[in-house]
């Protein structure tokens, strides 16, 4: 039912590299958002988007960016990666507010 | 913002038994009240949200209730499967400058034993 992608699914990479995290849906969602997920399972909330070039930051204080250029694509970009960007980012789109969020299947980032 | 708080973080039942998720929020404007189930290795997938106007919705074996005026609601789940073992959040909408978006309680794993 879902038709929202991330890739890539694992990525390692080493300190300082620079990084995009991409996610796109095919359903036509204005809303989009970023969640990050800690091994303690909580999700928090970093980006969200409300249309193309609307972009806020979300709960959680985060050193990555996003961007909105088109309605199908949100990718999240590091600029240098540190080992305590490692997690599990998850991306999501939705129709509305206060309406179903599809989730990807997430991008387990690893920094060495 | 709101806060979602879920209990219990761990919760381990016998296949057959019934299980009980309970969160509360502090917002009491919000309207919007969904449990999501996450399996290994995959996003959280929808499976069952209630609105404020009503207090109960079942869904075949997983049923939601919500109490207004105690800002709690719950999830239960009957006759439980091992396939029902994963991650369960419960969420409630953050009201942001005439938008909102969805604040995460920190999770339930169930494990149902065979």
């Known amino acids: 039912e879902a038709d929202i992608y991330q890739t890539p699914r694992y990525l390692v990479i080493g300190t300082g590299k620079k990084i995009t995290l991409e996610c796109s849906q095919t359903?036509?969602?204005?809303?989009m958002y970023w969640y990050q997920q800690d091994p303690g399972m909580e999700l928090h909330l970093i980006h969200y988007s409300y249309g193309v070039n609307s972009t806020e930051k979300g709960d959680l204080s985060s050193e990555s960016t996003v961007s909105r250029i088109r309605t199908e694509h949100f990718p999240l970009t590091l600029e240098s990666a540190r080992p305590s960007h490692t997690s599990q980012y998850l991306c999501?789109?939705?129709?509305?507010?206060?309406?179903?969020?599809?989730f990807g299947s997430g991008t387990q980032l690893s920094v060495l | 913002g709101e806060n979602v708080e879920q209990h219990p973080s761990t919760l381990s039942v016998q296949e057959g038994d019934s299980a009980v998720i309970k969160c509360t929020y502090s917002d009491s404007a919000s309207n919007y009240f969904p449990w999501y189930k996450q399996e290994l290795g995959k996003g959280p997938q929808l499976i069952i949200d209630i609105r404020s106007n009503v207090g109960e919705k079942k869904d075949q074996r997983i049923a939601v209730t919500l109490n207004k005026t105690a800002k709690h609601f719950s999830l239960h789940i009957t006759e439980t499967q091992p396939e029902d073992s994963a991650v369960y959040f419960c969420a409630a909408p953050t009201h942001r400058s005439g938008y909102s978006t969805l604040t995460f309680g920190k999770g339930t794993m169930l494990l149902v034993s065979p």
């Open positions: 999501a789109s939705s129709r509305g507010l206060n309406e179903k969020l599809f």
């Open positions: 359903m036509g969602h204005d809303k």
